[in-house]
Protein backbone atom coordinates (compact mmCIF):
# COMPACT_ATOMS: atom_id res chain seq x y z
CA UNK A 1 0.00 0.00 0.00
CA UNK A 2 1.28 3.67 -0.83
CA UNK A 3 1.84 5.93 2.32
CA UNK A 4 -0.89 8.71 2.27
CA UNK A 5 1.34 11.24 1.40
CA UNK A 6 2.18 9.89 -1.78
CA UNK A 7 -1.41 11.28 -2.69
CA UNK A 8 -0.62 14.58 -0.85
CA UNK A 9 -0.35 17.71 -3.04
CA UNK A 10 1.31 20.77 -3.01
CA UNK A 11 -0.45 22.48 -0.17
CA UNK A 12 -0.35 19.30 2.05
CA UNK A 13 3.36 18.69 1.23
CA UNK A 14 4.33 22.55 2.42
CA UNK A 15 1.85 21.58 5.32
CA UNK A 16 4.12 18.48 6.20
CA UNK A 17 7.49 20.71 5.81
CA UNK A 18 6.58 22.91 7.85
CA UNK A 19 4.90 20.22 10.69
CA UNK A 20 8.32 18.41 11.37
CA UNK A 21 9.95 18.77 14.22
CA UNK A 22 13.37 18.08 15.18
CA UNK A 23 14.32 14.25 16.41
CA UNK A 24 13.79 13.74 20.21
CA UNK A 25 17.21 12.63 22.32
CA UNK A 26 17.27 8.87 22.95
CA UNK A 27 15.24 6.15 21.79
CA UNK A 28 13.69 6.37 18.21
CA UNK A 29 11.11 3.49 17.40
CA UNK A 30 12.18 3.26 13.63
CA UNK A 31 10.79 0.05 12.98
CA UNK A 32 7.31 1.29 14.98
CA UNK A 33 7.05 -1.87 17.54
CA UNK A 34 7.35 0.13 20.68
CA UNK A 35 10.53 -1.75 21.80
CA UNK A 36 14.43 -0.93 21.84
CA UNK A 37 16.24 -3.09 19.14
CA UNK A 38 19.70 -3.26 19.00
CA UNK A 39 19.72 -1.22 15.50
CA UNK A 40 17.75 1.34 16.89
CA UNK A 41 20.31 1.31 20.46
CA UNK A 42 22.67 4.16 19.67
CA UNK A 43 25.02 2.45 23.16
CA UNK A 44 25.48 -1.08 20.94
CA UNK A 45 28.99 -1.10 18.55
CA UNK A 46 27.47 -0.34 14.52
CA UNK A 47 28.52 -4.08 14.10
CA UNK A 48 25.83 -5.17 16.30
CA UNK A 49 23.53 -2.85 15.30
CA UNK A 50 24.65 -3.42 11.62
CA UNK A 51 24.21 -7.19 11.91
CA UNK A 52 20.36 -6.62 13.83
CA UNK A 53 19.32 -4.55 11.38
CA UNK A 54 20.99 -6.57 8.27
CA UNK A 55 18.88 -9.71 9.96
CA UNK A 56 15.75 -7.92 9.49
CA UNK A 57 15.78 -6.35 6.09
CA UNK A 58 14.05 -8.36 3.39
CA UNK A 59 15.96 -9.08 0.13
CA UNK A 60 13.64 -6.22 -1.15
CA UNK A 61 14.88 -3.59 0.94
CA UNK A 62 18.57 -4.68 0.72
CA UNK A 63 18.61 -4.29 -2.97
CA UNK A 64 16.82 -1.07 -2.82
CA UNK A 65 19.71 0.02 -0.50
CA UNK A 66 22.17 -0.40 -3.15
CA UNK A 67 20.58 2.19 -5.64
CA UNK A 68 21.38 5.63 -5.28
CA UNK A 69 18.75 7.74 -7.18
CA UNK A 70 18.11 11.42 -7.48
CA UNK A 71 15.21 13.43 -5.68
CA UNK A 72 12.91 14.30 -8.23
CA UNK A 73 12.00 18.16 -7.97
CA UNK A 74 8.30 19.46 -8.26
CA UNK A 75 9.14 20.85 -11.64
CA UNK A 76 12.35 18.89 -12.91
CA UNK A 77 12.71 15.32 -13.07
CA UNK A 78 16.78 15.29 -12.27
CA UNK A 79 15.66 17.19 -9.07
CA UNK A 80 17.79 20.93 -10.06
CA UNK A 81 15.28 23.21 -9.05
CA UNK A 82 14.76 25.89 -6.50
CA UNK A 83 11.29 24.44 -6.27
CA UNK A 84 11.76 21.88 -3.43
CA UNK A 85 11.33 18.05 -3.80
CA UNK A 86 8.10 16.04 -5.63
CA UNK A 87 7.77 14.56 -2.21
CA UNK A 88 4.75 12.16 -3.21
CA UNK A 89 7.42 10.45 -6.01
CA UNK A 90 9.69 10.86 -2.78
CA UNK A 91 7.68 9.07 -0.70
CA UNK A 92 6.33 5.83 -3.44
CA UNK A 93 10.19 5.26 -4.27
CA UNK A 94 11.45 5.04 -0.03
CA UNK A 95 8.37 2.95 1.09
CA UNK A 96 7.50 1.27 -1.76
CA UNK A 97 11.21 0.28 -3.49
CA UNK A 98 13.65 0.43 -0.28
CA UNK A 99 15.88 3.13 -2.25
CA UNK A 100 17.53 5.27 0.65
CA UNK A 101 20.12 6.92 -1.15
CA UNK A 102 19.87 9.99 -3.32
CA UNK A 103 21.67 12.92 -4.60
CA UNK A 104 19.93 16.24 -4.15
CA UNK A 105 20.25 19.20 -6.91
CA UNK A 106 17.92 21.78 -4.67
CA UNK A 107 19.63 25.46 -5.28
CA UNK A 108 17.54 27.34 -2.61
CA UNK A 109 18.19 29.76 0.71
CA UNK A 110 19.77 27.33 3.74
CA UNK A 111 16.49 27.97 5.84
CA UNK A 112 14.16 26.26 3.27
CA UNK A 113 16.88 23.57 1.81
CA UNK A 114 17.41 22.15 5.20
CA UNK A 115 13.40 21.90 5.99
CA UNK A 116 12.99 19.93 2.28
CA UNK A 117 15.66 17.63 3.55
CA UNK A 118 14.37 17.00 6.86
CA UNK A 119 10.72 16.16 5.02
CA UNK A 120 12.49 13.10 3.36
CA UNK A 121 14.28 11.61 6.22
CA UNK A 122 10.20 12.10 8.00
CA UNK A 123 9.11 9.93 4.86
CA UNK A 124 11.75 7.71 5.70
CA UNK A 125 10.87 7.26 9.47
CA UNK A 126 7.85 5.89 8.45
CA UNK A 127 8.94 3.19 6.55
CA UNK A 128 8.64 -0.36 7.56
CA UNK A 129 12.46 0.04 9.13
CA UNK A 130 12.76 3.51 9.32
CA UNK A 131 16.52 3.26 7.77
CA UNK A 132 17.78 6.91 7.29
CA UNK A 133 18.49 8.82 3.71
CA UNK A 134 21.35 9.22 2.87
CA UNK A 135 21.62 12.55 1.01
CA UNK A 136 24.37 13.67 -1.84
CA UNK A 137 25.54 16.17 -3.29
CA UNK A 138 28.41 17.07 -6.49
CA UNK A 139 30.35 19.83 -5.68
CA UNK A 140 28.61 23.39 -5.29
CA UNK A 141 30.93 25.49 -3.62
CA UNK A 142 32.77 26.82 -6.54
CA UNK A 143 31.84 29.31 -9.77
CA UNK A 144 31.23 27.26 -12.85
CA UNK A 145 28.14 24.87 -13.02
CA UNK A 146 27.72 22.02 -15.23
CA UNK A 147 24.73 19.66 -15.37
CA UNK A 148 26.31 16.51 -14.14
CA UNK A 149 29.26 17.37 -12.71
CA UNK A 150 28.45 20.10 -10.28
CA UNK A 151 25.45 22.21 -9.15
CA UNK A 152 24.56 26.16 -8.36
CA UNK A 153 26.41 27.45 -5.30
CA UNK A 154 23.83 29.04 -4.03
CA UNK A 155 23.76 30.42 -0.54
CA UNK A 156 27.04 28.41 0.53
CA UNK A 157 30.42 30.25 0.39
CA UNK A 158 31.99 30.35 -3.23
CA UNK A 159 35.69 29.12 -3.72
CA UNK A 160 37.87 28.97 -6.40
CA UNK A 161 37.87 25.65 -8.60
CA UNK A 162 40.28 23.08 -7.44
CA UNK A 163 42.56 24.13 -10.22
CA UNK A 164 42.43 27.35 -8.21
CA UNK A 165 42.93 25.57 -5.35
CA UNK A 166 45.69 23.23 -6.95
CA UNK A 167 47.61 26.76 -8.17
CA UNK A 168 47.88 27.66 -4.60
CA UNK A 169 48.93 24.04 -3.25
CA UNK A 170 48.56 24.18 0.21
CA UNK A 171 46.95 21.39 1.81
CA UNK A 172 46.24 23.15 4.82
CA UNK A 173 43.78 25.27 3.03
CA UNK A 174 42.48 22.79 1.13
CA UNK A 175 41.51 21.18 4.41
CA UNK A 176 40.41 23.93 5.74
CA UNK A 177 38.05 24.66 2.71
CA UNK A 178 36.63 20.81 3.27
CA UNK A 179 36.04 21.48 7.05
CA UNK A 180 33.77 24.29 6.35
CA UNK A 181 31.84 23.25 2.93
CA UNK A 182 31.65 19.87 5.86
CA UNK A 183 29.91 22.39 7.92
CA UNK A 184 27.27 23.75 5.44
CA UNK A 185 26.57 20.50 3.93
CA UNK A 186 26.01 19.01 7.50
CA UNK A 187 23.96 22.22 8.19
CA UNK A 188 21.85 21.55 5.65
CA UNK A 189 21.23 17.98 5.63
CA UNK A 190 23.86 16.92 3.04
CA UNK A 191 25.77 14.04 4.42
CA UNK A 192 28.05 12.58 1.12
CA UNK A 193 30.45 14.97 -1.27
CA UNK A 194 30.30 12.98 -4.61
CA UNK A 195 33.83 14.64 -5.31
CA UNK A 196 36.95 14.84 -5.15
CA UNK A 197 37.94 14.37 -8.35
CA UNK A 198 41.45 13.09 -8.44
CA UNK A 199 41.40 12.43 -12.30
CA UNK A 200 45.01 13.75 -13.62
CA UNK A 201 44.07 16.36 -16.00
CA UNK A 202 46.56 15.29 -18.76
CA UNK A 203 44.19 15.80 -22.36
CA UNK A 204 44.58 19.43 -22.34
CA UNK A 205 41.10 20.04 -24.32
CA UNK A 206 39.71 17.48 -21.50
CA UNK A 207 36.12 19.48 -20.47
CA UNK A 208 36.37 18.05 -17.22
CA UNK A 209 39.61 19.40 -16.27
CA UNK A 210 38.10 21.96 -13.96
CA UNK A 211 37.17 19.54 -11.30
CA UNK A 212 40.74 18.38 -11.03
CA UNK A 213 43.71 19.37 -8.55
CA UNK A 214 45.90 19.26 -11.69
CA UNK A 215 48.14 17.56 -14.04
CA UNK A 216 50.69 15.93 -11.44
CA UNK A 217 50.22 13.24 -9.58
CA UNK A 218 51.96 13.72 -6.52
CA UNK A 219 50.01 17.63 -6.31
CA UNK A 220 46.62 15.99 -7.24
CA UNK A 221 47.25 12.62 -4.51
CA UNK A 222 48.34 15.38 -1.38
CA UNK A 223 45.42 18.04 -2.37
CA UNK A 224 43.32 14.99 -2.65
CA UNK A 225 44.11 13.50 0.51
CA UNK A 226 43.75 17.23 2.42
CA UNK A 227 39.95 17.64 0.41
CA UNK A 228 38.94 14.20 2.18
CA UNK A 229 40.41 14.79 5.64
CA UNK A 230 38.66 18.43 6.04
CA UNK A 231 35.49 17.11 4.65
CA UNK A 232 35.08 13.57 6.90
CA UNK A 233 36.16 15.28 9.77
CA UNK A 234 39.10 13.35 10.32
CA UNK A 235 42.93 12.43 9.40
CA UNK A 236 41.91 8.54 8.83
CA UNK A 237 38.55 8.31 7.85
CA UNK A 238 35.07 9.08 8.52
CA UNK A 239 33.71 10.75 11.73
CA UNK A 240 30.09 10.98 12.90
CA UNK A 241 29.96 14.86 12.35
CA UNK A 242 31.51 14.98 8.68
CA UNK A 243 30.84 14.29 5.14
CA UNK A 244 31.61 10.92 2.92
CA UNK A 245 33.74 11.74 0.08
CA UNK A 246 32.73 9.63 -2.82
CA UNK A 247 36.82 10.06 -4.82
CA UNK A 248 36.53 10.05 -8.36
CA UNK A 249 36.64 8.48 -11.48
CA UNK A 250 39.08 5.37 -10.68
CA UNK A 251 40.85 5.56 -12.99
CA UNK A 252 42.56 6.72 -15.90
CA UNK A 253 39.24 9.40 -16.72
CA UNK A 254 41.60 12.65 -18.06
CA UNK A 255 43.01 10.22 -20.93
CA UNK A 256 40.36 11.24 -23.31
CA UNK A 257 41.85 11.07 -26.65
CA UNK A 258 40.61 14.91 -27.99
CA UNK A 259 39.43 15.77 -24.50
CA UNK A 260 35.85 14.16 -25.57
CA UNK A 261 33.95 13.25 -22.50
CA UNK A 262 32.81 9.68 -21.74
CA UNK A 263 28.96 11.14 -20.65
CA UNK A 264 29.11 10.98 -24.41
CA UNK A 265 29.12 7.80 -26.49
CA UNK A 266 32.08 9.64 -28.79
CA UNK A 267 33.72 9.82 -26.03
CA UNK A 268 33.44 6.54 -24.56
CA UNK A 269 37.30 5.57 -24.71
CA UNK A 270 40.38 6.61 -23.03
CA UNK A 271 43.95 5.46 -24.12
CA UNK A 272 46.74 4.85 -22.01
CA UNK A 273 49.68 2.27 -21.63
CA UNK A 274 50.82 0.62 -18.37
CA UNK A 275 53.49 3.56 -17.67
CA UNK A 276 50.98 6.23 -17.88
CA UNK A 277 48.26 4.17 -15.83
CA UNK A 278 50.29 3.77 -13.22
CA UNK A 279 50.91 7.71 -12.80
CA UNK A 280 46.86 7.96 -13.27
CA UNK A 281 46.75 5.81 -10.21
CA UNK A 282 48.96 7.33 -8.25
CA UNK A 283 46.92 10.33 -8.35
CA UNK A 284 44.15 7.79 -5.84
CA UNK A 285 47.44 7.55 -3.10
CA UNK A 286 45.96 10.21 -0.59
CA UNK A 287 42.47 9.74 -1.40
CA UNK A 288 42.97 5.96 0.38
CA UNK A 289 45.21 6.96 2.86
CA UNK A 290 42.66 9.84 4.22
CA UNK A 291 40.05 6.85 4.04
CA UNK A 292 37.91 7.73 1.24
CA UNK A 293 33.97 6.72 2.43
CA UNK A 294 33.55 5.81 -1.24
CA UNK A 295 35.61 5.54 -4.60
CA UNK A 296 33.35 6.25 -8.16
CA UNK A 297 34.46 4.02 -10.91
CA UNK A 298 35.01 6.13 -14.19
CA UNK A 299 32.84 6.02 -17.31
CA UNK A 300 35.10 5.10 -20.11
CA UNK A 301 36.56 1.83 -21.38
CA UNK A 302 40.80 1.77 -20.54
CA UNK A 303 42.46 0.70 -23.97
CA UNK A 304 45.97 -0.26 -23.65
CA UNK A 305 45.99 -1.27 -19.75
CA UNK A 306 46.92 -4.65 -18.01
CA UNK A 307 46.29 -5.53 -14.70
CA UNK A 308 48.46 -8.88 -12.95
CA UNK A 309 49.33 -9.22 -16.44
CA UNK A 310 46.23 -9.49 -18.32
CA UNK A 311 44.95 -7.01 -20.25
CA UNK A 312 41.32 -4.95 -18.99
CA UNK A 313 37.87 -6.27 -20.45
CA UNK A 314 36.30 -3.92 -22.72
CA UNK A 315 34.11 -2.67 -20.68
CA UNK A 316 33.76 0.64 -18.76
CA UNK A 317 35.11 0.74 -15.20
CA UNK A 318 32.12 0.13 -13.34
CA UNK A 319 32.01 -3.64 -15.14
CA UNK A 320 35.70 -4.33 -14.43
CA UNK A 321 36.48 -6.56 -12.29
CA UNK A 322 39.98 -6.05 -12.64
CA UNK A 323 39.69 -2.57 -11.98
CA UNK A 324 37.65 -2.89 -8.66
CA UNK A 325 38.02 -5.90 -7.42
CA UNK A 326 41.41 -7.17 -8.15
CA UNK A 327 43.35 -3.69 -7.88
CA UNK A 328 41.26 -1.01 -6.25
CA UNK A 329 39.99 -4.06 -3.23
CA UNK A 330 42.87 -6.41 -3.47
CA UNK A 331 46.05 -4.28 -4.32
CA UNK A 332 45.24 -1.34 -2.31
CA UNK A 333 42.82 -2.60 0.35
CA UNK A 334 40.16 -0.65 -0.43
CA UNK A 335 37.10 -1.55 2.39
CA UNK A 336 34.83 1.38 1.64
CA UNK A 337 31.49 1.65 -0.80
CA UNK A 338 31.95 1.26 -4.68
CA UNK A 339 29.29 3.49 -6.38
CA UNK A 340 28.88 3.64 -9.89
CA UNK A 341 28.71 7.10 -11.73
CA UNK A 342 25.17 7.40 -12.93
CA UNK A 343 23.14 6.19 -15.70
CA UNK A 344 25.66 3.11 -16.44
CA UNK A 345 22.78 0.26 -16.66
CA UNK A 346 20.81 2.11 -18.72
CA UNK A 347 20.06 1.32 -22.67
CA UNK A 348 21.84 3.94 -24.61
CA UNK A 349 19.33 4.36 -27.49
CA UNK A 350 19.97 5.98 -31.16
CA UNK A 351 19.13 9.48 -29.51
CA UNK A 352 22.50 8.58 -27.44
CA UNK A 353 24.56 7.64 -30.03
CA UNK A 354 23.98 9.55 -33.13
CA UNK A 355 21.47 12.32 -32.07
CA UNK A 356 20.63 15.22 -35.15
CA UNK A 357 18.90 18.07 -35.05
CA UNK A 358 15.48 16.92 -35.28
CA UNK A 359 16.26 14.15 -33.15
CA UNK A 360 18.65 15.41 -30.60
CA UNK A 361 19.90 13.98 -27.27
CA UNK A 362 17.65 14.64 -23.99
CA UNK A 363 18.02 13.82 -20.40
CA UNK A 364 15.93 11.33 -21.01
CA UNK A 365 18.30 9.13 -23.52
CA UNK A 366 21.19 9.30 -20.84
CA UNK A 367 23.03 6.46 -21.05
CA UNK A 368 26.53 5.42 -20.36
CA UNK A 369 26.40 1.46 -20.49
CA UNK A 370 29.92 1.62 -22.01
CA UNK A 371 31.25 -1.92 -23.09
CA UNK A 372 28.23 -4.09 -22.10
CA UNK A 373 25.42 -2.29 -24.37
CA UNK A 374 24.10 -5.93 -26.43
CA UNK A 375 23.44 -7.26 -22.44
CA UNK A 376 20.57 -6.90 -20.81
CA UNK A 377 19.61 -4.86 -18.14
CA UNK A 378 19.53 -8.16 -15.56
CA UNK A 379 23.08 -8.74 -16.53
CA UNK A 380 24.57 -5.23 -16.17
CA UNK A 381 23.27 -4.96 -12.85
CA UNK A 382 25.21 -8.58 -12.40
CA UNK A 383 28.30 -7.82 -14.08
CA UNK A 384 28.19 -4.64 -11.95
CA UNK A 385 27.80 -6.47 -8.40
CA UNK A 386 30.44 -9.30 -9.75
CA UNK A 387 32.65 -6.64 -11.14
CA UNK A 388 32.96 -5.10 -7.41
CA UNK A 389 30.25 -2.42 -7.15
CA UNK A 390 28.30 -1.51 -3.86
CA UNK A 391 25.80 0.80 -5.31
CA UNK A 392 23.98 1.57 -8.57
CA UNK A 393 24.39 5.64 -9.48
CA UNK A 394 20.84 7.54 -10.99
CA UNK A 395 18.69 4.47 -10.55
CA UNK A 396 15.96 4.11 -7.91
CA UNK A 397 14.28 0.75 -9.64
CA UNK A 398 15.73 -1.99 -8.09
CA UNK A 399 13.93 -4.42 -10.06
CA UNK A 400 16.64 -5.78 -12.22
CA UNK A 401 18.99 -6.30 -9.43
CA UNK A 402 16.07 -8.32 -7.55
CA UNK A 403 15.63 -10.24 -11.13
CA UNK A 404 19.61 -10.87 -11.19
CA UNK A 405 19.49 -12.41 -7.83
CA UNK A 406 16.41 -14.56 -8.20
CA UNK A 407 18.23 -15.95 -11.39
CA UNK A 408 21.17 -16.84 -9.33
CA UNK A 409 23.55 -14.49 -11.10
CA UNK A 410 24.05 -13.01 -7.56
CA UNK A 411 23.64 -14.69 -4.52
CA UNK A 412 22.39 -12.98 -1.15
CA UNK A 413 25.48 -13.38 0.59
CA UNK A 414 27.27 -10.78 -1.87
CA UNK A 415 24.19 -8.41 -1.36
CA UNK A 416 24.62 -8.29 2.30
CA UNK A 417 28.18 -7.64 1.73
CA UNK A 418 27.30 -4.35 0.01
CA UNK A 419 24.83 -3.71 1.99
CA UNK A 420 26.46 -3.67 5.16
CA UNK A 421 28.92 -1.30 3.79
CA UNK A 422 26.50 1.30 2.43
CA UNK A 423 24.69 1.23 6.08
CA UNK A 424 27.93 1.28 8.10
CA UNK A 425 28.11 4.83 7.10
CA UNK A 426 24.34 5.60 7.82
CA UNK A 427 25.06 4.52 11.41
CA UNK A 428 28.81 5.94 11.06
CA UNK A 429 27.29 9.30 10.16
CA UNK A 430 25.00 9.08 13.18
CA UNK A 431 21.53 9.30 10.84
CA UNK A 432 20.21 6.36 12.63
CA UNK A 433 20.13 8.74 15.55
CA UNK A 434 19.14 12.01 14.74
CA UNK A 435 18.92 12.64 10.63
CA UNK A 436 16.69 15.80 11.22
CA UNK A 437 18.55 19.52 11.22
CA UNK A 438 17.62 22.48 12.36
CA UNK A 439 16.82 25.05 9.42
CA UNK A 440 17.17 28.46 11.55
CA UNK A 441 21.01 27.17 12.49
CA UNK A 442 21.76 26.38 8.60
CA UNK A 443 20.64 29.59 8.00
CA UNK A 444 23.63 30.97 10.04
CA UNK A 445 26.06 28.48 9.33
CA UNK A 446 25.63 28.65 5.38
CA UNK A 447 27.58 31.29 3.69
CA UNK A 448 28.36 32.71 7.28
CA UNK A 449 30.22 35.84 6.52
CA UNK A 450 33.86 34.71 8.09
CA UNK A 451 33.70 31.33 5.59
CA UNK A 452 33.06 33.88 3.11
CA UNK A 453 36.17 35.44 3.89
CA UNK A 454 38.12 32.86 4.00
CA UNK A 455 36.71 31.88 0.18
CA UNK A 456 37.49 35.58 -0.43
CA UNK A 457 40.90 35.19 0.37
CA UNK A 458 41.26 31.74 -1.63
CA UNK A 459 39.95 33.31 -4.77
CA UNK A 460 43.08 36.53 -4.10
CA UNK A 461 45.69 33.54 -3.56
CA UNK A 462 44.94 31.25 -6.25
CA UNK A 463 45.22 33.73 -9.51
CA UNK A 464 48.26 33.12 -11.33
CA UNK A 465 50.36 36.41 -12.72
CA UNK A 466 52.33 35.35 -15.98
CA UNK A 467 53.33 38.85 -16.89
CA UNK A 468 53.81 41.96 -15.54
CA UNK A 469 55.62 44.32 -18.51
CA UNK A 470 56.93 47.55 -17.27
CA UNK A 471 55.23 46.83 -13.93
CA UNK A 472 52.30 47.65 -14.62
CA UNK A 473 50.67 46.47 -11.64
CA UNK A 474 49.54 47.66 -9.49
CA UNK A 475 47.61 49.68 -10.69
CA UNK A 476 46.58 53.18 -9.64
CA UNK A 477 43.57 54.46 -9.95
CA UNK A 478 42.90 55.80 -13.53
CA UNK A 479 40.74 55.77 -16.12
CA UNK A 480 40.17 52.29 -17.45
CA UNK A 481 37.90 50.72 -20.35
CA UNK A 482 36.33 47.37 -19.07
CA UNK A 483 35.31 44.68 -20.34
CA UNK A 484 33.31 41.69 -19.25
CA UNK A 485 34.24 43.19 -15.66
CA UNK A 486 31.64 45.20 -13.21
CA UNK A 487 31.87 48.87 -13.87
CA UNK A 488 30.45 49.17 -10.34
CA UNK A 489 33.06 47.17 -8.74
CA UNK A 490 36.10 48.95 -10.52
CA UNK A 491 34.30 51.99 -10.02
CA UNK A 492 34.18 51.15 -6.05
CA UNK A 493 38.40 50.52 -6.03
CA UNK A 494 38.61 54.19 -7.09
CA UNK A 495 38.69 53.94 -10.69
CA UNK A 496 37.21 56.16 -13.48
CA UNK A 497 35.11 54.01 -16.39
CA UNK A 498 34.99 55.11 -19.85
CA UNK A 499 33.27 53.74 -22.75
CA UNK A 500 35.96 53.83 -25.45
CA UNK A 501 39.52 52.57 -25.12
CA UNK A 502 40.73 55.82 -26.79
CA UNK A 503 39.99 58.11 -23.62
CA UNK A 504 41.38 55.29 -21.39
CA UNK A 505 44.82 54.58 -19.52
CA UNK A 506 44.28 51.33 -19.31
CA UNK A 507 42.07 48.52 -20.31
CA UNK A 508 41.14 45.61 -18.38
CA UNK A 509 39.54 42.76 -20.39
CA UNK A 510 38.25 39.20 -19.00
CA UNK A 511 38.11 36.71 -21.50
CA UNK A 512 38.08 32.70 -21.02
CA UNK A 513 39.78 29.09 -22.63
CA UNK A 514 38.24 29.08 -26.14
CA UNK A 515 36.19 26.44 -26.98
CA UNK A 516 33.97 24.47 -29.75
CA UNK A 517 30.44 23.58 -29.80
CA UNK A 518 31.38 19.85 -31.53
CA UNK A 519 28.60 18.17 -30.81
CA UNK A 520 25.56 20.51 -30.27
CA UNK A 521 23.42 17.85 -30.29
CA UNK A 522 24.07 15.74 -27.39
CA UNK A 523 22.66 16.22 -23.97
CA UNK A 524 26.29 16.61 -21.98
CA UNK A 525 28.37 17.24 -25.67
CA UNK A 526 26.29 20.69 -26.01
CA UNK A 527 26.97 22.13 -22.75
CA UNK A 528 30.53 21.11 -22.31
CA UNK A 529 34.01 23.12 -23.42
CA UNK A 530 35.47 20.86 -26.20
CA UNK A 531 37.65 21.45 -28.64
CA UNK A 532 39.87 23.84 -29.34
CA UNK A 533 41.95 25.98 -26.73
CA UNK A 534 43.91 29.01 -28.87
CA UNK A 535 42.42 32.50 -29.62
CA UNK A 536 42.23 33.03 -33.34
CA UNK A 537 41.18 35.89 -35.49
CA UNK A 538 37.19 36.53 -35.66
CA UNK A 539 36.80 35.02 -31.94
CA UNK A 540 34.99 38.04 -30.23
CA UNK A 541 36.59 38.48 -27.26
CA UNK A 542 39.98 38.42 -29.16
CA UNK A 543 39.04 40.65 -31.27
CA UNK A 544 38.21 42.79 -28.31
CA UNK A 545 42.30 42.50 -27.00
CA UNK A 546 43.63 43.52 -30.11
CA UNK A 547 41.54 46.68 -30.37
CA UNK A 548 42.25 47.18 -27.21
CA UNK A 549 46.01 46.59 -26.58
CA UNK A 550 46.68 48.77 -30.48
CA UNK A 551 45.07 51.89 -27.96
CA UNK A 552 46.07 51.51 -24.72
CA UNK A 553 48.06 49.38 -22.33
CA UNK A 554 46.14 46.32 -21.76
CA UNK A 555 45.72 44.02 -18.32
CA UNK A 556 44.01 40.59 -20.05
CA UNK A 557 42.88 37.98 -17.36
CA UNK A 558 41.91 34.47 -18.29
CA UNK A 559 38.95 32.45 -16.85
CA UNK A 560 40.74 28.88 -17.09
CA UNK A 561 38.80 25.55 -17.20
CA UNK A 562 41.15 24.28 -19.61
CA UNK A 563 44.64 25.13 -20.11
CA UNK A 564 44.27 27.88 -22.70
CA UNK A 565 47.06 28.56 -25.48
CA UNK A 566 47.69 32.18 -25.05
CA UNK A 567 50.38 32.66 -27.76
CA UNK A 568 48.87 35.26 -29.38
CA UNK A 569 47.38 37.04 -26.53
CA UNK A 570 51.09 37.03 -24.29
CA UNK A 571 52.58 39.75 -27.04
CA UNK A 572 49.09 41.97 -26.43
CA UNK A 573 48.58 42.03 -22.72
CA UNK A 574 50.84 43.92 -20.36
CA UNK A 575 50.02 41.99 -17.97
CA UNK A 576 48.64 38.66 -17.89
CA UNK A 577 46.31 37.67 -14.61
CA UNK A 578 45.31 33.66 -15.05
CA UNK A 579 41.82 32.89 -12.84
CA UNK A 580 40.44 29.63 -11.56
CA UNK A 581 37.71 30.96 -10.05
CA UNK A 582 37.23 34.28 -8.81
CA UNK A 583 35.16 37.18 -8.21
CA UNK A 584 36.01 40.60 -10.18
CA UNK A 585 36.34 42.02 -6.71
CA UNK A 586 39.28 39.39 -6.27
CA UNK A 587 40.63 39.94 -9.84
CA UNK A 588 40.65 43.98 -8.52
CA UNK A 589 42.22 43.36 -5.41
CA UNK A 590 45.23 41.74 -7.69
CA UNK A 591 45.08 44.72 -10.46
CA UNK A 592 45.58 46.95 -7.52
CA UNK A 593 48.32 45.52 -5.19
CA UNK A 594 45.71 44.96 -2.37
CA UNK A 595 46.55 41.20 -2.56
CA UNK A 596 49.32 39.50 -4.06
CA UNK A 597 48.74 36.34 -6.53
CA UNK A 598 50.35 33.47 -5.09
CA UNK A 599 49.18 31.09 -7.41
CA UNK A 600 51.39 29.14 -10.20
CA UNK A 601 49.98 26.88 -12.95
CA UNK A 602 48.44 23.73 -12.18
CA UNK A 603 48.90 22.43 -15.44
CA UNK A 604 51.75 23.45 -18.41
CA UNK A 605 49.98 26.30 -21.09
CA UNK A 606 50.69 24.57 -24.49
CA UNK A 607 52.27 26.82 -27.09
CA UNK A 608 49.85 26.17 -30.38
CA UNK A 609 46.78 23.14 -31.14
CA UNK A 610 49.54 21.83 -33.34
CA UNK A 611 51.67 20.88 -30.16
CA UNK A 612 47.84 20.01 -28.35
CA UNK A 613 47.64 17.62 -31.30
CA UNK A 614 50.73 15.43 -31.30
CA UNK A 615 50.97 15.29 -27.65
CA UNK A 616 50.06 12.13 -26.03
CA UNK A 617 46.48 12.25 -24.05
CA UNK A 618 47.42 10.42 -21.16
CA UNK A 619 50.81 11.71 -20.19
CA UNK A 620 50.68 14.80 -17.67
CA UNK A 621 52.08 18.64 -19.41
CA UNK A 622 53.46 16.18 -22.63
CA UNK A 623 53.32 19.31 -25.17
CA UNK A 624 56.34 20.00 -27.03
CA UNK A 625 58.16 23.26 -25.88
CA UNK A 626 55.06 24.70 -23.58
CA UNK A 627 54.79 28.06 -23.76
CA UNK A 628 54.79 28.19 -19.98
CA UNK A 629 55.36 24.78 -17.69
CA UNK A 630 53.61 23.73 -14.85
CA UNK A 631 54.31 26.11 -11.94
CA UNK A 632 55.06 29.44 -13.87
CA UNK A 633 53.66 32.15 -12.03
CA UNK A 634 55.12 35.63 -11.09
CA UNK A 635 54.79 36.03 -7.29
CA UNK A 636 55.99 35.39 -3.50
CA UNK A 637 58.30 32.37 -3.33
CA UNK A 638 57.60 29.10 -1.86
Known sequence: MRGMGYLLGGAAALALISSLSLATPGFRDLNHNGQRDPYEDQQLPIDRRLDDLLGRMTLEEKVGTMMHGSLRAMDSPIGASSKGYDLAAAEHIIKETGVNSFITRLTMPAAEFARQNNAIQKIAEGSRLGIPVTISSDPRSHFMTVVGASSSSGSFSIWPETLGLAAINDPSLVRRFGDIVRQEYRAVGIHMALSPQADLATEPRWARAV?????????????????????????????????????????????????????????????????????????????????????????????????????????????????????????????????????????????????????????????????????????????????????????????????????????????????????????????????????????????????????????????????????????????????????????????????????????????????????????????????????????????????????????????MDRPAILTNIKDKARALLVAFGASDKAVMDIVTGRARAEGRLPFELPSSMMAVEKQNPALPDDSNQPLYARGAGIGPSR
Open 211 to 559: GTFGSDPETVSTLAGAYIQGFQGGAKGLTPGGVATVVKHWVGYGAEPEGFDAHNYYGRIAKLDNASFALHVAAFKGAFAAGSAGVMPTYPILEGVSVNGQPLPPVAAGYSKPLLTDLLRGTYGYRGVIISDWAITKDCPVECIAPSAEKPQTSAAIAMPWGVEELSQVQRFAKGVEAGLDQFGGVDDPTALLAAVHEGRISEARIDESVRRILWLKFELGLFDDPYVDPDRANIVVGDQKFQAEADAAQRRSQVLLENRGNLLPLKPSKVWLHRVDAAVVRAAGFTVVDDPAQADVAIVRTQTPSEKLHPHHFFGARQHEGRLDFRDGDADYEVIKKAASTVPTIVVVD
